[in-house]
């Protein structure tokens, strides 16, 4: 049995997400009680339902702190678990609230939204440590759909290197286990014929490429890399997100994503992400 669970806070993409799962034909339940896991893992086997997602949050109160050690148990039982943890700034969800006037599900008790979110992160901050990241901040649901059919498609028996251009105008992405800042090299945004292009074209790349400082970060950026990913490769993570962020994000941290996601991708399981740039 293949089991995507799904959870993270209010207003960052949950819904999105679960119904792309369930339009690949896995059998959905939202607003599972953790504690009803395994009973229904149980009433499933044997149905033909192979593959299922489950969202779990903190609409369940506290007892969602549990779903570490049910993670941890399916996995001593075979199933193939992972889980993949939603979130964004506080000042998305915020306006998102706003914009749907939707009530957050915490906000009882006269808490305001910021102060439920807060309440929220504290709630669910155990089940982040060990969950798969997605930062939704800068995310168009049809983004978001799209990174969770990569997500859910990829091997889980190999660790997933990702690759992941921002612009620090936005902030730095909530999901990035490393940060790289490239915005002391040229900015191919200043030259006129190259403004309105990416670092995906090749005029960027081949303005980029002449610098030698350019060639210098590549050089540092892949060493470092290279060398520190075998320990995280022992550890069992399933991902390791770099992310690389120039000014806007789409420019420079661009090329710097798509370069390195080639060079490792030979023997690697590699995803490029960009942020800024659809």
Request: aromatic share 8%.
């Amino acid at each position: 049995m293949q089991l995507v669970l799904i959870s993270g806070l209010s207003g960052s993409g949950k819904s999105v997400a679960l119904n792309v799962l369930e339009d690949s034909g896995y059998y959905c339940v939202d607003n599972l009680p953790v504690a009803l896991v395994m009973p229904l893992l149980e009433s499933l086997a044997g149905s033909g339902n192979e593959r299922v997602a489950l969202s779990m949050d903190a609409r369940s109160g506290a007892s969602v702190r549990q779903l570490p050690q049910t993670v941890a148990a399916l996995k001593q039982m075979g199933v193939d678990v992972r889980l993949l943890f939603l979130e964004a700034k506080d000042e998305t969800l915020i306006k998102r609230f706003s914009e749907t006037r939707r009530r957050h599900p915490l906000s009882k008790g006269g808490l305001t939204v910021a102060e439920s979110i807060a309440r929220e992160r504290e709630l669910l901050g155990d089940i982040g440590e060990f969950g798969h990241h997605v930062d939704t901040s800068e995310l168009s649901p049809n983004t978001l759909r799209s990174w969770i059919k990569n997500l859910v498609e990829i091997d889980r028996s190999r660790l997933t290197l990702m690759f992941e251009s921002f612009g620090f105008k936005q902030g730095i992405p909530l999901d990035a286990d490393f940060v790289f800042d490239v915005r002391c090299l040229p900015n191919p945004y200043y030259e006129p014929r190259l403004r309105e292009l990416t670092g995906l074209d090749a005029a960027v790349a081949a303005f980029l490429e002449k610098e030698e400082a350019t060639q210098n970060m590549y050089r540092d950026i892949h060493a470092f890399i290279a060398t520190w990913l075998p320990a995280f490769s022992s550890e069992n993570r399933s991902y390791l997100t770099v992310a690389i962020g120039c000014t806007g994000g789409q420019h420079r941290s661009v090329y710097f994503a798509e370069r390195l996601g080639a060079a490792f991708g030979a023997g690697n399981q590699v995803m490029i992400r960009h942020r800024q740039i659809r």
